[in-house]
């Protein structure tokens, strides 16, 4: 019986002590990495000085805002193919780490967080931060909800870098580094290819949107934003930025999300619910989704002339009361 048990416990024994040596190895890695993989643009910002205006958002944020037209002070916080349960979960981790903006957030969100359609792959993007999965509790509450195992899963020190340790292993031996742009802006320049871009875009956007069932994880995540803001004297604007051609349901989906938030008292700025036609040049686009560099330079002025009227707006709502 005592042969049985060491024959199964020591190799469990070797298992676990090479999990625990290999993960925290693969921490350091994390730790020092600030190039554009593996959340290394989270670690670059967290290493420096935080901003006047912070704007998170995914790739229609990274590539359409260019943070000094808003100020001196801005930079864009983005991650590509990323939504709102994931820029939740790193502004909590930006409060932890006393790092959130000193004066306002720009939130970039998408008509799709809405719907209970997406909620699983909104979940599933939070998985990307699993290094924080025992360091943050917003993190760890967005995981668990993927499936029950989650918490077992995550006992494993490995498991927390899922398939991405290889890259912290091989990327700094290979001296690759790409970076995230200035100050968090990656512009696309316009091409040959971008006429073709947007037509096959549109061809297989068509059935995207239709969505039925509304996610109430949307709003209590909302005014869990607000309220980080709130606390840290922060003033929130939600955007919800152009698209090329919007479906008749993106326009019915952007009434319900402007209705939502409305009633919730959050200042909201939607270019698809209020759409400017200037924007709507297809040379201004390098794709159905994204405005290339020049459309970007055009789209940024814009933004910076609706915040001013948002800003000026609330000022009366304030006076009035």
């Known amino acids: 019986m005592n042969a049985v048990l060491r024959y199964i416990m020591i190799p469990l024994c070797l298992l676990i002590l090479a999990d625990r040596g290999l993960g925290l190895c693969l921490d ?21 000085t935080a901003p006047g205006t912070l704007i998170i958002g995914s790739s229609r944020a990274i590539h359409m805002i260019i943070p000094d037209s808003l100020g001196k002070s801005s930079r864009i ?11 939740h979960a790193v502004l909590s981790i930006l409060n932890d780490e006393n790092k959130l903006p000193e004066k306002q957030l720009i939130l970039n969100i998408e008509l799709t967080d809405l719907f209970m359609e997406r909620k699983q792959r909104l979940l599933q ?6 290094f924080f999965y ?22 494993s020190y490995l498991y927390r870098h899922n398939s991405n340790g290889l890259l912290l292993l091989t990327n700094p031996l290979q001296e690759i580094c790409p970076g995230s742009g200035e100050k968090g802006y990656m512009p696309l320049y316009p091409g040959p290819l971008d006429s073709l871009r947007i037509y096959s875009g549109l061809a297989q956007d068509s059935l995207t949107y239709n969505f039925r069932e509304i996610n109430p994880g949307f709003l209590k995540c909302i005014r869990e934003i607000r309220n980080i803001c709130l606390k840290n004297n922060i003033e929130l604007v939600l955007l919800n930025g152009p698209y090329l051609q919007p479906y008749a349901q993106m326009k019915i989906h952007a009434k319900t999300m ?14 698809v619910g209020e759409p400017d036609p200037s924007l709507m040049k ?16 055009l789209y940024s002025q814009k933004l910076r002339d609706r915040l001013k009227k948002s800003a000026a707006k609330n000022r009366g709502i304030v006076n009035q009361r």
């Open 77 to 87: 916080l983005g991650q590509q193919q990323k939504n709102l349960y994931y820029h």
């Open 125 to 130: 993007q939070v998985q990307s931060l699993s």
């Open 282 to 297: 297809r040379e201004l686009w390098y794709d159905h989704v994204h405005l290339n560099h020049e459309g970007a330079k």
């Open 28 to 48: 350091h890695l994390y730790r020092r990495n600030c190039c554009n993989y593996n959340e290394g643009g989270l670690n670059e910002y967290l290493s420096g």
């Open 134 to 155: 025992h360091r943050n509790q917003t993190v760890q509450q967005y995981i668990d909800q993927i499936d029950r195992y989650e918490h077992f899963k995550h006992l």
């Open 258 to 271: 402007s209705s939502l938030l409305k009633k919730a008292g959050i200042n909201y700025i939607d270019f």
